[in-house]
């Protein structure tokens, strides 16, 4: 949402082009799962650093290099006929260290969030309300599809 110091990799008060729309308070605010994002279905225009899960006739396939982490995601999404085409966000143990303190792998599709109320806009609200906010960071979505994001650790301590 804001543009990066190249020195820090913190974020600046400068709001990173094509992110407008969040100051005009366009777009809906929610929780940022600290997980890995997977991309269900087909779908041009995938970020690069998601995987992608198809689903063939016979097994959920996923494309990675990593076989501990498809077994992991092959068991969260177990019968993937029944999922939603959209991105969703893997959590659970032996991903990422497990932050949401999960007890089984588990998927959260991620336009189905609920809207986190009261979060501000603004660098200087926005920088002491990460502060004190308990998980990775906020996602904005706007109507039309585009996401803005900001971890806690994006502003400078």
């Known amino acids: 949402m804001f543009l990066r110091d190249p020195g820090t990799q913190r974020v600046i008060d400068e709001v990173r082009p094509g992110c407008e729309w969040v100051l005009a ?50 068991t969260a999404v177990g019968d993937a006929r029944f999922m939603r085409v959209g991105p969703y966000e893997l959590c659970g143990p032996g991903i990422n260290n497990n932050p949401e303190g999960l007890n089984g792998p588990a998927l959260f599709f991620i336009p189905g969030l609920p809207e986190v109320p009261n979060v501000p806009r603004g660098y200087d ?17 706007h109507p039309d599809g585009r996401m803005a994001k900001l971890r806690v650790t994006d502003f400078p301590r």
């Open 25 to 74: 308070e366009e777009g809906v605010p929610t929780r940022m799962y600290d997980g890995i994002g997977l991309f269900y279905g087909s779908q041009p225009g995938v970020p690069l650093d998601w995987y992608r899960v198809t689903y063939p006739e016979d097994d959920a396939v996923v494309y990675t290099q990593a076989r501990a982490l498809r077994e992991r995601i092959v």
């Open 125 to 141: 609200t926005l920088s002491d309300f990460m502060g004190r906010w308990p998980h990775e960071g906020i996602v904005w979505h």
